[in-house]
T-cell receptor
Framework: GAGVSQTPSNKVTEKGKYVELRCDPISGHTALYWYRQSLGQGPEFLIYFQGTGAADDSGLPNDRFFAVRPEGSVSTLKIQRTERGDSAMYLCASSLGGAVVTQYFGPGTRLTVL | AQSVTQLDSQVPVFEEAPVELRCNYSSSVSVYLFWYVQYPNQGLQLLLK??????LVESINGFEAEFNKSQTSFHLRKPSVHISDTAEYFCAVTSIKAAGNKLTFGGGTRVLVKP
């Protein structure tokens, strides 16, 4: 079936603006993850959902970042008052959850804050 | 908490030569280990994983990695690389017992295969 999809693929915004990044996981996957990858670095964990609830949001850098998954499928990462330092690739991954730990990644959204 | 160190940020290698990408991790608990590959302008793809059992795991395209618990390493090898193996490779770990199994990644190793 289809893999993880993310929209938009690229987002350019101005400092101070609000952005939303969308993730559509693999059908049937109950676990969903957001990671951020800065240029030249490995991905860093942001938040993990099991079903509709955020089970671990310890990686969110500050309260400008928020994510939801209201129906247990699609998730939206929301960033308020964007700063230039938020520029990065935002990656979404999903897994079946439970004892199945393998995560499958989407192509990412490249966010550029001018 | 875990950490992952990939000792080489870039590895140039000639086509048909062998390559080894080093990965060392630090963790106070038992871990699962993964290698992901990121081809130019593409997302992360799972290359191989160690969950349990044999410490030597293989991928379908000729890569293999060996889990060494005493040395806390999970080095990736391929005996003969192709031009198409040019990519960035990421080693990752997750705690066996942690709910959710969030991944901790290394900084990546960029492999450039030259003809």
């Amino acid at each position: 079936g289809a893999g993880v999809s993310q929209t938009p693929s690229n987002k350019v915004t101005e400092k101070g603006k609000y952005v939303e990044l969308r993730c559509d996981p693999i059908s049937g996957h109950t676990a969903l993850y957001w990671y951020r990858q800065s240029l030249g670095q490995g991905p860093e964990f942001l938040i993990y959902f099991q079903g509709t609830g955020a089970a671990d949001d310890s990686g969110l850098p500050n309260d400008r970042f928020f994510a939801v998954r209201p129906e247990g499928s699609v998730s939206t990462l929301k960033i308020q008052r964007t700063e230039r330092g938020d520029s990065a690739m935002y990656l979404c991954a999903s897994s079946l959850g439970g004892a199945v730990v393998t995560q499958y990644f989407g192509p990412g959204t490249r966010l550029t804050v001018l | 908490a875990q950490s992952v160190t990939q000792l080489d940020s870039q590895v140039p290698v000639f086509e048909e030569a062998p390559v080894e990408l080093r990965c060392n991790y630090s963790s106070s608990v038992s871990v699962y280990l993964f290698w992901y590959v990121q081809y130019p302008n593409q997302g992360l793809q799972l290359l191989l994983k160690y969950l349990s059992g044999s410490t030597l795991v293989e991928s379908i395209n000729g890569f293999e990695a060996e889990f060494n618990k005493s040395q806390t390493s999970f080095h990736l090898r391929k005996p003969s690389v192709h031009i198409s193996d040019t990519a960035e490779y990421f080693c990752a770990v997750t705690s066996i017992k942690a709910a959710g199994n969030k991944l901790t990644f290394g900084g990546g190793t960029r492999v450039l295969v030259k003809p």
